[in-house]
């Protein structure tokens, strides 16, 4: 606004004053004071006055405009009291006071020209009533009316004149859209000639030319989204093929806003970055190009576009922030503001949310002296090089196999929706530097608080230990190219550990192989969508939600002329490739056939050669010349059964077993002669049809028990015939009770093969699992005869007599008394007891020279070994059984010996088990 009037009269005594010199005076100061308001304040609406209709029926409604003032670019204040504005009827809008900007020389524009009326106004009765279908295309604006009306006053006899006054009157009117956009037309004429810089009209984004960018939705329309390929040809339609009607990828579209919006807000910039088309578009060819081991990790890039999409709204529209006026030219919007269009409320008295676009509204422009455009500055400078540095420090995060997946998948607390980026964890795809972590969040970074930022790279991030209340959304990453069964085992144990509101489940790509029940058909990606069309993928899940892992299944050749070649080459059976999200839970129960099952071999707890001794010996009822008779309480069922007692049984918590009422499980010796173990683990199915399921490693004399995988199980079992020792498997191995302790039988299978978090137990699961994954059925076995037995016996024995003390054994220097020098060395108190088949005469030396030797000739020799695999079921090399009495738990990785045999330590009491004392 530039001053018109700049002369003001000076009055001294006894001076004659005529209209001229108040005239003048009140031009001047009435100008400053608006001079003031527009240069020193600012031009626009500053609070309030939004606009809205309500219906009243199907035909008729009102117009509301809430409290509120503005200040037009003269400086003229246009002010809407406490109690809102409500109009229901109008009438033509007549301009009396010359304000051109209303006066268009269309005459057809200016007859659609309305006046708006309240209950109020002097002219309420004579005015028509709002048609809704009348308000399409109008735009609400105030008007400042100047009406003056001449004070003189004439009679027959004289005529005074009283001069004039100026009635200022604030007018709610309704224009039609495409008037204001002429009138914007006009208006920026005006300004051009009077050669004013500075962005003046209400469409600020286009006038700065800056393109509206949207993300689009993962496979809408939909399609048939089975496989893999499907999934990668899905995100690259979004990513990466030309969008309609621009002819250029996402990638491109969001490379050009990026520089757009650099060289629009140059002047408010430090520094000239640029180049963002160029980085993009070499990180699109990454997408389809990808190197070997990337190339799971095609969804990141849908991600990474995301954030940036998010970045550039928030940079832009801080910039628009600053662009405040400096002497906004009088011209703009001399004496009218625009409220914006109307737009139907669906709240009577609360404003629609699409009412008052930036296209028809004069928003606010501060001046610059009551802007702080130094802190705003630095902020704008901030936002910008977030920008630089996310495109500059993408960096895809390839899964460290050497590192515990539980470091690797992280979920992290998050905001969604309307939350600005800056309030949002830092995904995993950034190379985060101390330059990237101080930009996140400006505000943070303000007042010195960038380490509350959180994030993937953060690794002192504990957000998830506080509290969730204004977190609805959980961000999981780190799980693309991870197998998916220890990523759901990882992913089930957080959610348990820290108690998150969400599930997870696995669904497989392509087609099963043969027909399967409509529940299994679910676990596959193509019928599920069918049940659950409403995934999508955000990073994460929402509270209460449903986070959904999706594997790759299939295997094959890949055609050449394949557009994704270069990415399906390089995926893997049973890795993660992509994950989506459902708002809900999934109530029934998730089965992924056949891969969710956990198998676990264990010796069983008797051994071979004990079982044939008791199908093939007669039960000592009654005592003879030789041996005494058994003792045992159930001695007429053990003539001519096998018996174990099941003494515990729990899986998830769920007992089968009450440990006051043990059960047994009886096995008659005929069968066990005929089936081996096949015959015990068909019994335990039948007794505990929703259990475990058993079943035997042929030819091993081991058992194998399968279980849903990441349940919890344990089952004690007790031998009825002789010393009654106890024994227990669970997901972590076997054990044998030894005084009131449970020691680990054998090798224990490493944690991640038998222990995975899963849900609660479920009859369902386990009727599914004995359906699926039953044994076969009893298997005969080729057993000893009772003459090879008692001969395979009298060989033992009589080379157990041969080396009937340690010191004899070929193994005894260096190895025996290297290993007791070794254990004393630890405590020299120790009772060391070399049992198992190097004291009972069956063992098996690495060094056949020594075997050979020990029963005299090579032919011999090969007889025991045959008659060893019959009687024993065992042929290889022996191991070194030591039983260790000590108050010291020992074990054999503590023992510095360099050894070709594998080495057990049992702890108890030296004469608790016959063998060898070293």
Sequence with gaps: MIPENNKYPVFEANQVLNADHLNCMNRYLGEQGRLTRAVMTGVGIVCGLKVHVTPKNATYGSVTITKGYGITSEGFVAVVEDTGFEADRYRRLEVLDGYKPLLPADAKVANNLLELLDAEHEHYEEGDPLKLADLKGMVVLLYVELLET??????????????????????????????????????????????????????????????????PRFDVPASDISDTESIIAAYKKILVDPLEGTGKSLFRRVGEA????????????????????????????????????????????????????????????????????????????????????????????????????LAYRHFFRPSPAIVDRKAQSRELHSLFQRLRLMVDEFDLPVPDEKLAIDSLVRITPSRSGDTALSGKPIPCYYDLSAALLDAWDFRKSRIGRKNLNTGYRIKTDDSILFDLEQNGFFRIEGHIGLEWTKTLETLKGKIRSNRLPFDVLVLQTGKPATPQTEESEQNYLGNFLKKHPGIEHIAGVPRGGTFVL???????????????????????????????????????????????VGECEYGWIDSIRHMNNLALRGYRIKASSKAPASSEQERARLADNYIVRVCRYTIQGRAFVDVKHPRDISVPLA??????????????????????????AAGTGNVLIRSIKGHQFRIEFEGVQGNRIRYAYDQNGMYRRVDDSWEPVGIQPPPHTCRIVAGAYDEKQYRWLHEKFGPAGLTEIQGPTAKEAIEWEKLVLARARRYATADKLPIFKPLLSDIASAVR??????????????????????????NVKSVGSASAWKSLIALTAKVTGKTGISGIDLLIDSEHEITPEMI????????TMFRGKKDAQKGLVL
């Design 825 to 850: 060395a630890i405590d020299p108190k120790a009772g060391i007891v070399l049992v198992g088949s190097w004291a009972n005469g069956s063992w098996v030396s690495r060094n056949n020279e020594e």
């Design 896 to 903: 510095r010996v360099p050894c070709g045999y594998r080495i």
């Design 671 to 696: 069968d066990l002669r005929r089936y081996g173990h096949s015959a015990i683990m068909q019994k335990l199915n039948e007794l505990f049809p929703l259990g475990l399921v058993f079943d035997h």
């Design 258 to 357: 990026l520089d757009a919006a650099q060289e629009a807000f140059s002047p408010l910039l430090p520094i000239a970055s640029g180049g963002f088309t160029a980085k993009l578009t070499a990180i699109e060819a990454g997408f389809m190009k990808p190197d070997g081991n990337k190339a799971l990790l095609f969804q990141y890039h849908h991600d990474f576009l995301d954030d940036l999409i998010q970045a550039y709204e928030e940079f832009r529209w801080k910039a628009l922030e600053l662009m405040s006026l400096c002497n906004p030219p009088g011209a703009l919007f001399p004496r009218h503001l625009e409220l914006g269009e109307l737009e139907k409320s669906t709240v009577p008295g609360t404003p629609a949310d699409e009412a008052g676009l």
């Design 150 to 215: 001449d004070l003189k006053i004439c009679t027959p006899g004289s005529c005074d004149d009283r001069g004039k006054k100026v009635t200022v009157s604030v007018r709610k009117l309704l224009v039609p859209d495409s008037w204001l956009d002429d009138l914007h037309s006009e208006s920026a004429a005006t300004v051009k000639k009077l050669k004013s810089t500075g962005d003046f009209f209400p469409n600020l984004a286009s006038r700065l030319n800056l393109k509206d960018i949207r993300m």
């Design 550 to 596: 999706v594997c790759h299944s299939q295997t094959g050749s890949i055609a050449a002329n394949n557009p994704l070649r270069d990415i399906l080459v390089n995926l893997k059976p049973n890795v993660v490739v992509a994950d989506f999200s459902l708002p809900y839970r999934i109530s029934e129960t998730r089965i992924v056939p056949d891969i969710l």
